[in-house]
């Protein structure tokens, strides 16, 4: 177990739906990573949040915001969904704001399915 | 950007034989190499990494190799395990612009018992 926690694990939706995911990171580390993991697109990073504003920016669609509460915990937002957006999304923290720097631990992620 | 290509995509060894994954990478700013194992239906997990400035790195039956003017990384696993069994990801990280970095498409290891 990583001590980051995502959910709900599955989510079943419709093309055009809007659906939040939720992370909480590890106790203590300040930074969170979003990831999107799909056959043909393969683990490609979407955008990091440390203490709460945002650090870096990956491959994120427009139709997809993701912000960091004062708690910490994250939510990715994905919005008009296409089929194309199902796929396992995780969630990943570490303590500091140079992930290069020091080990990332990662969720056990959310599985989307867009009908 | 970054183009990280990994190979072979599928790999099988015997029990206790080694098992070498290879990644090259295109951007020569890169100057960090992660490796991550996934197990089926778990997240990715940080196995080992080597930083621009080594060119070798060993952690027990883990080791990694770094070329950076061929610019590819090698992952080696020694006396590979049936716990071995899961798919690595490298990774590299491109700095210019903030904390960008690109993975492998993956390779998936059998080690056969």
């Known amino acids: 177990d990583s001590g980051v926690t995502q959910t709900p694990k599955h989510l079943i939706t419709a093309t055009g739906q809007r659906v939040t995911l939720r992370c909480s990171p590890r106790?203590?580390?300040?930074?969170v990573y979003w990831y999107q993991q799909s056959l043909d697109q393969g683990l490609q990073f979407l955008i990091q949040?440390?203490?709460?504003?945002?650090?870096a920016k990956g491959n994120i669609l427009e139709r997809f915001s993701a912000q960091q509460f004062p708690d910490l915990h994250s939510e990715l937002n994905l919005s008009s969904l296409e089929l194309g957006d199902s796929a396992l999304y995780f969630c990943?923290?570490?303590?500091?704001?140079?992930?290069?720097?020091?080990?990332?631990?990662f969720g056990p992620g959310t599985r989307l399915l867009v009908l | 950007g970054e183009n990280v290509e990994q190979h072979p995509s599928t790999l099988s060894v015997q029990e206790g034989d080694s098992a070498v994954i290879k990644c090259t990478y295109s951007?020569?700013?890169?100057?960090?190499f992660p490796w991550y194992k996934q197990e089926l239906g778990k997240g990715p997990q940080l196995i080992i990494d080597?930083?621009?400035?080594?060119g070798e790195k060993k952690d027990q039956r883990i080791a990694v190799t770094l070329n950076k003017t061929a610019k590819h990384f090698s992952l080696h696993i020694t006396e590979t395990q049936p716990e071995d069994s899961a798919v690595y990801f490298c990774?590299?990280?491109?700095?210019?612009?903030?904390?960008?970095?690109?993975f492998g498409t993956g390779t998936s290891l059998t080690v056969i018992p």
């Open positions: 990943a923290s570490s303590v500091g704001a140079h992930w290069y720097q020091e080990t990332q631990y």
């Open positions: 106790s203590g580390d300040l930074s």
């Open positions: 949040y440390y203490n709460g504003e945002e650090r």
């Open positions: 951007d020569s700013a890169s100057n960090y």
């Open positions: 080597i930083r621009s400035n080594v």
């Open positions: 990774a590299a990280s491109f700095l210019s612009g903030g904390n960008q970095f690109y």
